[in-house]
């Protein structure tokens, strides 16, 4: 288990490889996650205060970098709770207006997921 702390709501336990988007909406936080899961959307977006993954999957790194928010923020629905980790989400149902957050997105990290060490990833 490993500590999720979510900046101004608090900390709860997750299960080790747990998607973080997952993790945060099970939180009670209702983060958005308006393609499913599928690093469309950009909405589950959050940013690290501490724990953040030095890996990173090629559909994130291709989506961070077609909006130039590469090295700014991260896409929780591309990440596994693997360690203590504290975030910020940006976008929710709540700051956002929307009926609601969206598809449900699936236990396992999608599309299948190719990781890559940031450090061997560059700004575009
Ligand atoms: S990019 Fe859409 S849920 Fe993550």
């Known amino acids: 288990m ?3 702390t979510i900046q101004g709501v608090g900390t709860v336990e997750v299960e080790e490889g747990t998607r973080l988007v997952r993790a945060i909406e099970d939180s009670g936080v209702e983060i958005g996650h308006r393609c499913g ?3 469309q959307c950009t909405t ?3 940013e690290f205060e501490e724990g953040e993954p030095e890996v990173m999957t090629e559909v994130e790194y291709e989506k961070l970098t077609d909006i130039g928010q ?4 991260r896409l929780s629905c591309q990440i596994v709770v693997d360690r203590d980790m504290t975030v910020n989400p940006l976008m929710t149902v709540e700051d956002q207006g929307w009926d609601d957050a ?5 236990i ?3 599309p299948d997921a190719e990781w890559f060490p940031i450090t061997t990833l560059e700004q575009k």
């Open 2 to 4: 490993h500590e999720l």
């Open 37 to 39: 899961g599928q690093s």
């Open 108 to 110: 396992m990290v999608e």
């Open 102 to 106: 969206g598809p449900e997105p699936a």
């Open 70 to 73: 590469f090295g700014d923020m």
């Open 44 to 46: 589950c977006r959050v």
